[in-house]
């Protein structure tokens, strides 16, 4: 049994390759792939194979799953310009004649009109229509994604948001990592939808104050409409695509896009998830 992870270079893909290897996984059943495998040296050390993978150069990705049995599928970071990538990752799979496909979706992303959705709705159909047995993690927001705020509430700073009062059932990336590691090392996993989170939503108003106990004083928020949120994250030097992004955003929390706790998570890797404020905390 070979397993291969494409975004090992990145936090969750080598957050798989750490879990599947706590779960006895042998370093010589596995392949860490990415495009910068020179971070990868530890990795290389203890046995696992490291081989580059671009999913912009098919001809590296039929290298990298040469004899996969499995491929934990971590989708690319260019959203909205993935799609393409994603059908050539597949379409290696295939070639590759890999019999077990684990994509990182995103939450709801068969009907959420989140953002980040549309290339993982067309990349689940994608994989749907390839017919290797596959299981789909939609992933809930990190609550790593909340670091930067604790850094503004630290330096002093207001956090500004449209989310109003939509909530969010984040998890830490090891937490989503380990439910890839359980799919990957149990049966029974393949055909399965897993809408995955934390084990509670929180609010911005939960954030901030979870922000103010880390940093021991009361931190500000406020709550902007979409249209001022836009004009301040202009102002603050995004570029309009960005901005009309973050705004797209959190205009869908606020309407509940993150808000479902499902227990899917706890509920695979056997344990509470971590809860934001200690996720925060180590950050
Ligand atoms: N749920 C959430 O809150 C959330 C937030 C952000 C992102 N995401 C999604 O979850 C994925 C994993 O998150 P993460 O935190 O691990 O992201 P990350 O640390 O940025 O890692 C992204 C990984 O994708 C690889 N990658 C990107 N484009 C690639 C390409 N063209 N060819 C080959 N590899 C490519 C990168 O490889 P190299 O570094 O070697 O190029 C890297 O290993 C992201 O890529 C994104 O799709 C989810």
Same mark, same amino acid.
């Given at each position: 049994?070979?397993?291969?992870?494409?975004?090992?270079?990145?936090?969750?893909?080598?957050?798989?390759?750490?879990?599947?290897?706590?779960?006895?996984?042998?370093?010589?059943?596995?392949?860490?792939?990415?495009?910068?495998?020179?971070?990868?040296?530890?990795? @290389? &050390?203890?046995?696992?194979? $490291? =081989?580059?993978?671009? *999913?912009?150069?098919?001809?590296?990705? #039929?290298?990298?799953?040469?004899?996969?049995?499995?491929?934990?599928?971590?989708?690319?970071?260019?959203?909205?310009?993935?799609?393409?990538?994603?059908?050539?990752?597949?379409? @290696? &799979?295939?070639?590759?004649? $890999? =019999?077990?496909?684990? *994509?990182?979706?995103?939450?709801?992303? #068969?009907?959420?009109?989140?953002?980040?959705?549309?290339?993982?709705?067309?990349?689940?159909?994608?994989?749907?229509?390839?017919?290797?047995?596959?299981?789909?993690?939609?992933?809930?927001?990190?609550?790593?994604?909340?670091?930067?705020?604790?850094?503004?509430?630290?330096?002093?700073?207001?956090?500004?948001?449209?989310?109003g009062t939509g909530r969010i059932a984040s998890a830490s990336r090891a937490d989503y990592a380990e439910g890839a590691a359980v799919v990957l090392t149990e049966h029974g996993h393949e055909h399965k939808v897993y809408e995955l989170g934390g084990d509670s939503a929180w609010d911005y108003d939960e954030l901030v104050a979870t922000l103010s106990q880390l940093v021991g004083h009361q931190v500000t928020r406020r709550d902007a409409a979409p249209q001022e949120r836009h004009a301040q994250l202009l102002a603050g030097g995004l570029p309009e695509e960005v901005a009309a992004f973050v705004v797209g955003i959190e205009t869908a929390i606020a309407h509940g896009a993150l808000a479902d706790v499902t227990g899917d998570l706890s509920r695979l890797i056997g344990r509470p998830t971590v809860p934001l404020a200690t996720t925060l905390a180590a950050g």
């Open positions: 049994m070979t397993t291969v992870v494409t975004g090992a270079t990145g936090h969750v893909g080598r957050l798989a390759l750490e879990a599947l290897l706590a779960r006895g996984v042998a370093p010589a059943e596995l392949v860490a792939t990415g495009r910068r495998v020179d971070t990868l040296g530890d990795l @290389a &050390a203890l046995g696992v194979a $490291v =081989r580059r993978a671009d *999913y912009d150069d098919p001809a590296t990705l #039929d290298d990298a799953f040469a004899g996969a049995t499995q491929l934990l599928f971590v989708s690319g970071s260019e959203v909205g310009a993935r799609l393409q990538q994603h059908r050539a990752v597949v379409d @290696a &799979a295939v070639r590759a004649g $890999v =019999r077990h496909l684990v *994509y990182t979706s995103g939450p709801r992303a #068969d009907i959420s009109t989140l953002p980040v959705n549309a290339d993982h709705k067309a990349t689940e159909e994608y994989i749907a229509a390839s017919g290797i047995p596959a299981t789909i993690l939609r992933n809930n927001w990190y609550s790593e994604n909340y670091l930067p705020d604790l850094a503004t509430a630290r330096a002093g700073g207001e956090i500004v948001s449209a989310t």
